[in-house]
Each structure stands twice: as structure tokens, then as C-alpha cells.
């Protein structure tokens, strides 16, 4: 990784961040949906990145939402499981000659693919989030619906986000 995808991966975790924590926070329906942007910045590190890396700021992204939310430890699991599934959807369905790419964006990877990309990662994130949060199972119908209508929130405002600020791949 050059020092450019650095800094540029280091502002986009400030800013996906500081709108979670402070603009995202209390916004909800319901209390039915909660969305998570700062996922988007998991999903897009570069496909170059040692999984160890990969599993460390994950934990760090986690702990940092953690002690904002005040959530002992549940963004930190949900963020660790984001990057597990990460590293076994993109072993599975991208070859490594296929790297030619920098990051696995939206402009970078095609819809279809971004699309199912991101729609596992952040359902086994939101799983994770939603029943350590919960922690009982006798709630299982109320905390499903609850991660379907946040992944669904979650998957739109990422899906917003890459429209807006990640340029199509020139044919």
C-alpha cells in the first residue's frame, strides 16, 4: 500500500466514524432499525491488506465505536466477525490474479457482486450486534426483524455512499 490509499483510508475511518458516532447515533425507526455506515469502511480496505491488519483495526474500529456507544465490547465482536467474512467471501469469490483492482468498491467490483458482498458482511455483522445486545433467545423474532430492517437500512446508505463518492471503472 502506497502512503496515498493510507491517508485516504485513515480520513474515510475519521469521517465514517464521526458521522456514526454523531449524526447516526440516535437515529432509528422505530427502535426497529439502527444503521451502521461505518461498516463501509471494512468493506472497502484494500484486498492487499495482511488479514492480521485487517483483524486489528477492525477491533480498533469496534473498540473506538464501543466506547461511544458504551456497548462493552459488542461493535468489537460484531466488527471482528465483519472482517472474518470478509476474508472468506473475498478468498471464495475473487482470484488473486484478479487484484488488479485496489479495493473491492461498488466502481471497482460491479453492483452484483458489491452487492452480495456487502449484503453478508453486514448481515453477520448485524447479528452479531443484535444478539449481544439482546442476549436472550426468547426474543429471537423481535431481534431478527431487527437486524433485517437495519441490514436493509445499512446496505441503502452504503449503496448511497459508494453512488456518491467512488467513480465507475473506465471500459
Request: proline share 3%; hydrophobic share 60%; glycine share 4%.
Amino acid at each position: 500500500m502506497n502512503s496515498r490509499t493510507i491517508f485516504i483510508n485513515i480520513f474515510r475511518w475519521f469521517v465514517l466514524l464521526f458521522v456514526q458516532i454523531f449524526l447516526l447515533r440516535n437515529m432509528g425507526f422505530y427502535n426497529l432499525s439502527t444503521p451502521f455506515v461505518y461498516v463501509l469502511f471494512l468493506l472497502v480496505l484494500p484486498f492487499g491488506i495482511p488479514n492480521l491488519l485487517l483483524f486489528l483495526i477492525a477491533f480498533g474500529t469496534g473498540l473506538t465505536l464501543d466506547a461511544f456507544y458504551d456497548t462493552l465490547g459488542v461493535h468489537t465482536s460484531a466488527c471482528v466477525a465483519l472482517a472474518f467474512v470478509r476474508i472468506l467471501f473475498i478468498s471464495v469469490s475473487v482470484t488473486r490474479d484478479a487484484f488488479d483492482e485496489p479495493e473491492p468498491s461498488l466502481g471497482n467490483m460491479g453492483f452484483k457482486w458489491f452487492s452480495i458482498y456487502a449484503i453478508l458482511c453486514i448481515l453477520a455483522h448485524h447479528l452479531v450486534v443484535f444478539f449481544l445486545e439482546a442476549f436472550k433467545l426468547n426474543e429471537i423474532s423481535y431481534t431478527l426483524v431487527r437486524c433485517l430492517i437495519s441490514v436493509a437500512f445499512t446496505f441503502f446508505l452504503v449503496l448511497l455512499v459508494e453512488f456518491i463518492f467512488h467513480n465507475r471503472k473506465a471500459n
